[in-house]
């Protein structure tokens, strides 16, 4: 079975500030994982997603997250947060269910970005 | 631009009420799923249905049923409301499933069961 850990339920940073949301995860097979946004009163939306190749992906908004095998890790960075990132993020890994595959999530990391 | 649609944001039922969230999806997809959202637990999926008149259980169905008539749309049923399922409500749909899809969420349902 997958799970994922998101290490950090809160994570306060100030604008301009750098910022990195940790990920780690478990799963007996080779991964795809994910990172999903929510914005307030919103549903989620895709930021990024790992599958292969390069372990740098690059996604929306300037984030940015980083595949470790060696480490189970999948980190969401950001150079400069905005105000408006403020939001809750939350990390998948895509399972095999009966042999259909569905996002097993973190329980989220609620960004919060000040003044 | 892609759509999945919820019938209502917000929603107040009595306990023992029967209770329907619909989702409609316009982008042809096979795949839909139903979530719910609780605070310091993540998302957690309910049911899923990989074609029309299909359904598979997902880590949490007891106390939900679904109806999935036609392809664009997806229902979750409760079939005897408890307040222990006052919750939102999250849908979304994907292309056939290889793992490597990107699923596509509605607004959510904030329903409060009295």
């Known amino acids: 079975a997958q799970s994922v850990t998101q290490l950090d339920s809160q994570v306060p940073v100030f604008e301009e500030a750098p910022v990195e949301l940790r990920c780690n995860y478990s799963s007996s097979v080779s991964v795809y994982l994910f990172w999903y946004v929510q914005y307030p009163n919103q549903g989620l939306q895709l930021l990024l997603k790992y599958l292969s190749g390069s372990t740098l992906v690059k996604g929306i908004n300037g984030f940015e997250a980083e595949f470790n095998k060696s480490q189970t890790s999948f980190h969401l960075r950001k150079p400069s947060v905005h105000i408006s990132d403020t939001a809750e993020y939350f990390c998948a890994v895509s399972a095999s269910n009966s042999g259909y595959s569905t996002l097993t999530f973190g329980k989220g990391t609620m960004l919060l970005v000040s003044p | 631009d892609v759509k999945v649609t919820q019938s209502s944001r917000y929603l107040v039922k009595r306990t023992g009420e029967k209770v329907f969230l619909e989702c409609v999806q316009d982008m042809d997809h096979e795949n839909m799923f139903w979530y719910r959202q609780d605070p310091g637990l993540g998302l957690r999926l309910i049911y899923f249905?990989?074609?029309?008149?299909?359904?598979e259980k997902g880590d949490i169905p007891e106390g939900y049923s679904v109806s999935r008539e036609k392809k664009e749309r997806f229902s979750l049923i409760l079939e005897s409301a408890s307040t222990n399922q006052t919750s939102m409500y999250l849908c979304?749909?994907?292309?056939?499933?290889?793992?490597?899809?990107?699923?596509?969420f509605g607004p959510g349902t904030r329903l409060l069961v009295l």
């Open positions: 249905s990989y074609d029309v008149k299909m359904k």
């Open positions: 979304a749909s994907s292309p056939p499933i290889s793992g490597k899809e990107t699923q596509y």
